[in-house]
């Protein structure tokens, strides 16, 4: 099952692609990159790290909106919670056949299961930030992150990337 697959995927990408340390420059040339990718790409995106709730790095591309602004802080909020990608957390729900009402309840609104937001672990610590892509599809936002991450920390993005989701032409 595509679900499964991805689900397996997600947990490896976030094993494989933790940090030893972070900081503000480490945040700045993984931001620069991303909207380098962004412009060369023209694509309409909010990029925003953060690194235990300071702001460390924003972009708003043009084209985007203050909506694109409410999306970064839902998955923020949902990754600073549970401590998996927001991608994880929302096909985790569709696997468990609920929604985020059904897991948060009054406070769901504050949260988002949507891709886009990835968790900054650091090995032996834990979760410490969030690196947020809003702007294009789910899935997309995810892929944008994790190509950069993927990059940046000299992993192969052939064995991190998903798999091609069911009828798209490879």
Known sequence: ????????????????????????DTAWRLGSRLREL????????VIDI????QPLFFAAMPGTTPDNLDWVRRK?????????????????LQKQQRTIDDKLGPEAHNYAGHG????ILLRGTGC??????SGLPQRV????????LA???????????LDAPPGTAC
């Open 1 to 24: 099952m595509t679900l499964d697959r991805d689900l397996e995927q997600i947990a490896r990408q976030e094993a494989r692609l933790q940090f030893t340390g972070f900081n503000a």
């Open 38 to 45: 962004a412009v060369a790409r023209g694509l309409a995106v």
């Open 50 to 53: 953060q690194l235990t709730g």
């Open 76 to 92: 923020r909020n949902t990754v600073l919670r549970f401590h998996r990608s927001s991608y994880a957390f929302g096909l985790q």
């Open 116 to 119: 886009g937001c990835f968790p």
């Open 128 to 133: 410490v930030g969030t690196i947020t892509v």
């Open 141 to 148: 936002d995810h892929e944008l992150v994790v190509e950069v």
């Open 151 to 161: 990059e940046f920390q000299e992993q192969p993005l052939a064995e991190l990337a």
